[in-house]
Nanobody, 121 residues
Framework: EVQLTESGGGLVQPGGSLRLSCAAS????????MSWVRQAPGKGLEWVSR????????TYADSVKGRFSISRDTAKNTLYLQMNSLKAEDTAVYYC??????????????WGQGTQVTVSS
């Protein structure tokens, strides 16, 4: 059974940092690309970042480029999202999402339960 469990969310002041983690199990972690997707209050889903199966290639939404960094540790079956220079508009539930392929077109098949990030003074 595929399981994706996010952690690391919380309340942070504008300009602060957080690191999200996603513990993965139930599949061969190094075979699949992974993404972070977020949903702000009252808004739709927004793809944030993606990393290929071996961690060699990454992509980011323009809204987070230069501030967020995605990485993965295949030995620990864990995905990370380092978020720096946080803004109020980064407030959202952040989801860890598994891809169906190592890279190529986005095609999600499993989602975590999400972790809340709130940026406020």
């Amino acid at each position: 059974e595929v399981q994706l469990t996010e952690s690391g969310g919380g309340l942070v002041q504008p300009g602060g940092s957080l690191r999200l983690s996603c513990a993965a199990s139930g599949f061969i972690f190094s075979n699949y690309a992974m993404s972070w997707v977020r949903q702000a209050p009252g808004k739709g889903l927004e793809w944030v970042s993606r990393i290929n199966n071996l961690g060699e290639s990454t992509t980011y939404a323009d809204s987070v480029k230069g501030r967020f960094s995605i990485s993965r540790d295949t030995a620990k079956n864990t995905l990370y999202l380092q978020m720096n220079s946080l803004k109020a508009e980064d407030t959202a539930v952040y989801y860890c999402v598994k891809d169906r392929t190592p890279w190529g077109p986005l095609y999600f098949d499993y989602w975590g339960q999400g972790t809340q990030v709130t940026v406020s003074s």
